[in-house]
């Protein structure tokens, strides 16, 4: 994702056919029938909910077309050029949306790694503890109001004046059961912060911490 863009995180639950009439598979797109306040440009996180369909995905890209009027047939709304690593997981919403069984796919290790971490939230630094890293994000204790899904938020994974904020939007949260009061990130930093955190996730499987 380019540094400097504007970050939109949204949350979005859409009908089957919807998604299947947005999704261009050859192209990398995908129609969002939201956003159209946006720019071309303007950078999105999306958490997309397919209706009849448990599961749920986090979607990365740009804006590549802004429809700002619409007519019933083609609402208003952006399409999205998809982030490389988003591909895999528009195709599997693809497939759960044309009714095809589908499974989960293997997922990157998340280590059971206990960390501080400080979570900035609206300017205000939280201290917090990984209960969870992977390459992609990961998973904190939090204590006070639970954050939003597609809240936007940062992480300081170091103690020094210029440790880089790593950018992160909140995939989901919990109230209870194995994970009680936790919150879970997916990562969307660039440059140096991004190196910040595969600089923690390389240190988690060095670590030799169990993997869930």
Not at 1 to 22: D, I, R, T
Not at 165 to 173: D, H, I, L, Y
Request: net charge positive; hydrophobic share 45%; glycine share 12%.
């Amino acid at each position: 994702m380019p540094p400097g863009k504007k970050l939109h995180s949204v949350a979005l639950n859409m009908e089957p056919a919807q998604f299947v009439a947005g999704w261009r598979p050859d192209a990398g797109t995908l129609f969002l029938p939201t956003l159209s306040e946006a720019r071309v440009g303007d950078a999105v996180a999306v958490r997309i909910g397919i209706f009849g369909q448990t599961i749920r995905a986090t979607l990365l890209g740009s804006i590549g077309l802004v429809r700002r009027v619409g007519r019933p047939s083609l609402p208003p709304g952006v399409e999205l050029t998809l982030d490389k690593g988003s591909l895999p997981a528009a195709s599997f919403l693809a497939a759960a949306a044309r009714g095809e069984r589908v499974t989960f796919r293997e997922r990157a290790p998340r280590y059971l790694l206990e960390r501080e971490l400080l979570v900035v939230r609206d300017g205000q630094e939280l201290p917090s503890q990984s209960v969870n890293v992977s390459e992609g994000g990961c998973a904190v204790s939090w204590t006070g109001p639970l954050p939003m899904v597609g809240e936007v938020l940062q992480l300081k994974v170091g103690g020094g004046l210029l440790t880089p904020r790593v950018r992160a939007v909140v995939c989901w949260n919990s109230l209870g059961g194995t994970l009680q009061r936790a919150a879970g990130l997916r990562v969307v930093a660039t440059g140096r912060a991004a190196r910040a955190w595969q600089r923690l996730a390389a240190e988690a499987a060095r670590s030799g911490a169990p993997t869930s």
